[in-house]
């Protein structure tokens, strides 16, 4: 027995060390599917005053978290990981506890995750900040979208606020039909102008002709500087990221709530599909890696050689929430560049989701890229290259009996033919 | 001859009139070794006005060309100063035959070789 004792304890302490290693991998295999929404308001009355909104949310069969702006217990990040997939900001008016600051949620933009923010009037700096950085520049604190003309007449509680506004043309195809036809209310919003630098915002409402921004707590626009209003005026714009993380830009948050979807179609449909756009459920493209060979070659090849007869496919499929499918874009290009591009060429379509193109690699040796770089509003971006070096032609490729020198190939044959004729008489005449 | 003055400094109308008559004492033989050199300078001078008008572009071309027709007009009248008569050199008519024929083909040869 005293020899069994330490056999048991080590057997023992052994067991708990693989219980203790098999426990997180089976933890963590049961979870997170892309699926983590973090909602934050301003008070507790938005969760009820919008809970259309975070139920439609939910259906979609997302894990929904709702908090305060201002709690100190949420946090985005923990050390390396991102403890949600995708953030919904519904005010924007307090200031955001230590875990949610405004450059957490930027970093948590630019590390590829989904960003839905909806505003008030009354926006606070670090809201406005954010939203600076992603490219909607914001009106003074208490500025909202006046239309004298064009408002509903319903909703509107005497200053003309509730704005009607519908779907940027740029973005049609983006939205679904009936959102596209109907108008859209947007209540105490704050207008913002996007920057023609800022390539990556597309502004999807914006004012009519007679809509202009007026001060807090007047109706009289902005002066001192140029009023913004018209088509300028923007109320919500998309942002598509260059690493495909999307985010939206409401300038109304009332647009979102739950008097106004159930009374106005275009609300309802605005607010479901903005979600889905936002939440990658819609138009996302993925392109394989570009495959390049020699017109019935073997397969990219490590080399090609000036004037060689190439052909190049790429794959791209669509994707939905559910299921992916090929892709039917019809000015797909592919570019072969060396510092610029040397041919541009617009690729066609094979019908499983394969593009393809045949080109004559140009008389210019050098290192060159096939790149694709395929940028359309409502669409994740496409940037795919493959680098491919071009030799010039070796000393044997040169083309050998040109036509301009015939006249003296034709002269040393003469001769020949000539001498062989007076040799032949030298010998046989008598 | 011409005693009177004339616009040329020689009598050019004789001069013609007596090769005339001396050149029909000229053998065939020697007749086609003429007309072969004389074909084959012609042949070089119209590859020169080409290549004056088009460019002398593949040079190696060219300058085989020109050489090959050179080189053959002047093999061709070595041959037939060796051959005519009025010769003090002890080579026979058939030696300077097979002398040409050997020059020909190495020139021939170099031609070819350098014209591609």
């Known amino acids: ?430 | 001859m011409g005693q009177t003055s004339r616009p040329l400094g020689f009598p050019l109308q004789e001069i013609i009139s007596t090769f005339a008559t001396k050149y029909k004492a000229v053998p065939p033989r020697l007749r086609v070794l003429d007309i072969f050199a004389c074909c084959a300078l012609a042949t070089a001078i119209l590859q020169f006005i080409y290549s004056l008008i088009v460019g002398s572009f593949p040079f190696n071309a060219f300058l085989s060309g020109i050489f090959c027709c050179a080189g053959t007009a002047v093999l061709t009248i070595c041959l037939r100063l060796q051959i005519s008569e009025g010769q003090t050199s002890s080579k026979t008519p058939e030696r300077a035959f097979v002398d040409y024929v050997l020059a020909m083909s190495t020139l021939f040869l170099a031609v070819w070789c350098y014209i591609g």
């Open chain 1, 1 to 430: 027995m005293s020899l069994d004792k330490p056999f048991h304890i080590v057997g023992l302490f052994l067991l708990l060390v693989v219980v203790a290693l098999i426990h997180p991998i089976a933890g963590a295999s049961a979870g997170s599917d892309n699926k983590k929404v973090l909602v934050l308001v301003d008070d507790h009355t938005t969760t009820k005053t919008h809970s259309t909104f975070l139920d439609t949310i939910k259906r979609k069969g997302y894990d929904v978290t709702v908090s305060l702006a201002t709690s100190d217990e949420v946090q985005l990040q923990d050390v390396e990981t991102w403890l949600f997939d995708k953030l919904v900001v519904l005010g924007g008016q307090s200031k955001y506890g230590p875990g949610i600051t405004a450059r957490k949620q930027l970093e948590f933009f630019e590390a590829g995750h989904d960003l839905y923010v909806a505003v008030t009037p009354s926006a606070g700096s670090s809201t406005r900040a954010l939203l600076g950085r992603l490219g909607a520049d914001i009106e003074d604190s208490g500025s909202t979208v006046v239309d004298h003309f064009k408002y509903n007449a319903k909703i509107d509680e005497g200053g003309h606020t509730a704005v009607l506004t519908s779907i940027d043309d740029t973005l049609s195809g983006t939205f679904t039909p009936s959102t596209e036809q109907h108008d859209i209310i947007c209540p105490r919003s704050i207008g913002f102008s996007i920057s023609p630098e800022a390539y990556m915002t597309m502004g999807v409402l914006h004012g009519s002709p007679t809509a202009y921004s007026a001060q807090k707590d007047s109706t009289a626009a902005g002066t001192g500087k140029t009023a913004l209003g018209g088509y300028n005026l923007k109320l919500a714009a998309l942002v598509q990221g260059r690493n495909n993380a999307r985010a939206a830009v409401l300038g109304s948050l009332d647009m979102l709530s739950n008097s106004l979807i159930k009374s106005s179609k275009g609300n309802a449909g605005f607010a479901i599909d903005s979600l889905s756009w936002v939440f990658q459920e819609r138009h996302v493209l993925h392109a394989s890696a570009i495959r390049h060979r020699l017109v019935d070659g073997p397969w990219n090849p490590p080399l090609y050689r000036i004037k060689d007869d190439v052909e190049v496919f790429v794959d791209i499929e669509e994707c939905n929430s559910s299921r992916c499918q090929p892709f039917d874009g019809k000015d797909v290009q592919v570019e072969f560049v060396m510092l610029d591009p040397y041919i541009r060429k617009t690729l066609t379509h094979l019908g499983n989701g394969t593009f393809t193109a045949q080109v004559k690699v140009p008389d210019v040796y050098g290192v060159f890229k096939w790149v694709i770089d395929y940028k359309r509003p409502g669409y994740s971006w496409i940037y795919e290259s493959e680098t491919v070096p071009v030799r010039p032609f070796r000393h044997y490729e040169y083309s050998r009996f040109l036509s301009q020198a015939f006249p003296y190939y034709g002269s040393v044959m003469a001769m020949v033919v000539g001498f062989l004729f007076t040799g032949a008489f030298f010998l046989y005449s008598t």
